[in-house]
T-cell receptor, first 111, second 116 residues
């Protein structure tokens, strides 16, 4: 079946540091890939997505590129802020079936 | 625009008791999902509705779990009787159109269930 493996957390960074959260996947066919973010006490919300190989999703300074050759969708941000502290989930949605989520990576940004 | 609404936000019950969760999706969203999220893990699908029809309930433990979506809008997820292992956050999500690899899912804040 499909699976998503995320970099284990928690991740603690200082403000303005560079962020990378690794995500690799196993799937048949050509799924769409997503990053969701969950702030304390809230539901998951879409951060960015990519629907085909070599697509780059971007939002709020975050970026991720769909790499089919390495089956990866790593999340990056050049300069994190305290307000970016949250749990980040990588997910894939195939053309048929159901979405598969990673276990989440907790990011804490210190001033 | 109001988001996905869930209630209650927290529920504590003793094992063997029944419990029910309610979800109101975003207006106009035809597809509704129920997920279970165990501590430290990602959401796992329990059931998906297209309008009022349950089109994927393969992961729903049907001996104790049931769900309904009357009139294709609100939905209720029930557990009877609850077991200790049912402690988790139950998430409801909705999307505008039918299932598609491209569609964003909009999540509610979840109901945190604790079974004692």
């Amino acid at each position: 079946g499909n699976s998503v493996t995320q970099m284990e957390g928690p991740v603690t960074l200082s403000e303005e540091a560079f962020l990378t959260i690794n995500c690799t996947y196993t799937a048949t066919g050509y799924p769409s890939l997503f990053w969701y973010v969950q702030y304390p006490g809230e539901g998951l919300q879409l951060l960015l997505k990519a629907t085909k190989a070599d697509d780059k999703g971007s939002n709020k300074g975050f970026e991720a590129t769909y790499r089919k050759e390495t089956t990866s969708f790593h999340l990056e941000k050049g300069s994190v802020q305290v307000s970016d502290s949250a749990v980040y989930f990588c997910a894939l949605t195939p053309n048929a079936g159901k979405s598969t989520f990673g276990d989440g990576t907790t990011l804490t940004v210190k001033p | 625009e109001a988001g996905v609404v869930q209630s209650p936000r927290y529920k504590i019950i003793e094992k063997k008791q029944p419990v029910a969760f309610w979800c109101n999706p975003i207006s106009g969203h035809n597809t509704l999902y129920w997920y279970r999220q165990n501590l430290g893990q990602g959401p796992e699908l329990l059931i998906r509705y297209e309008n009022e029809e349950a089109v994927d309930d393969s992961q729903l433990p049907k001996d104790r779990f049931s769900a309904e979506r009357l009139k294709g809008v609100d939905s209720t997820l029930k557990i009877q009787p609850a077991e200790l292992g049912d402690s988790a956050v139950y998430l409801c999500a909705s999307s505008l159109e039918g299932y598609s690899a491209y569609n964003e899912q909009f999540f509610g804040p979840g109901t945190r269930l604790t079974v004692l």
